[in-house]
C-alpha cells in the first residue's frame, strides 16, 4: 500500500507541475524538466542478517529496477499525453532526500516540485518526510502537491 501512496504522490506532483508550468506553453515550453526517481538500494531494505540474505538482494534489485522503469515509463506517457516531450528522465539510486537535493544543486532547478503521502505527524515523524526534508535543505524553491482531500 505504501508504495502504491508514493507512486500516487509522485504522479499528482507530476501532474500538477505539467498542468501549470509545461502543458500552456507546450510544445515550445521556456522551462526545462527534469523527473528524477530515487531508487532506494537493496540492501537499504533488505537486513543482511540471517541465512539466504545475500540470496534476496538480486531479487530485490531486479524488482527495483521493473518497479523505476515502470515508474518513468508512466511520466514519459503523462508528459506526452501533455505534448512536453522536451524531458529529461533519471534513475539515481539512494535515499530521494539527498538524491532530489543533489539534482536540484547538479541540474541548478529553480524549483523542485515533490508529492506528499499526507501522513500524519507520528508517521511523518518515524519514517522521515522528504518533502519536509527537501523544503529545509534544497537550495531552491520547494513546492509539494498534496493529494486532493476527498469529500464525504
Known sequence: ??????????????????DRFFAPYAPNCPFKLFIVHAKPSPTSLVGLAGPGA???LPIVEADLRK???RLLENAKQLCASKLVTDVVLKVE?????????EAVERHHAS????????????KRTVLGS?????????????MI???PKTKH
Open 1 to 18: 500500500m505504501a508504495d502504491y501512496e508514493k507512486q500516487r504522490a509522485q504522479h499528482l506532483a507530476l501532474q500538477w507541475t505539467l
Open 130 to 142: 522528504v518533502s519536509d526534508y527537501c523544503a529545509h535543505h534544497a537550495h531552491c524553491t520547494v
Open 145 to 147: 502537491v498534496k493529494k
Open 93 to 101: 539510486e539512494g535515499d530521494a532526500r539527498n538524491v532530489l537535493c
Open 54 to 56: 545475500a540470496d534476496v
Open 111 to 122: 524549483m523542485l516540485v515533490v508529492g506528499s503521502h499526507g501522513y500524519g505527524a507520528i
Open 67 to 69: 518497479i523505476a522503469a
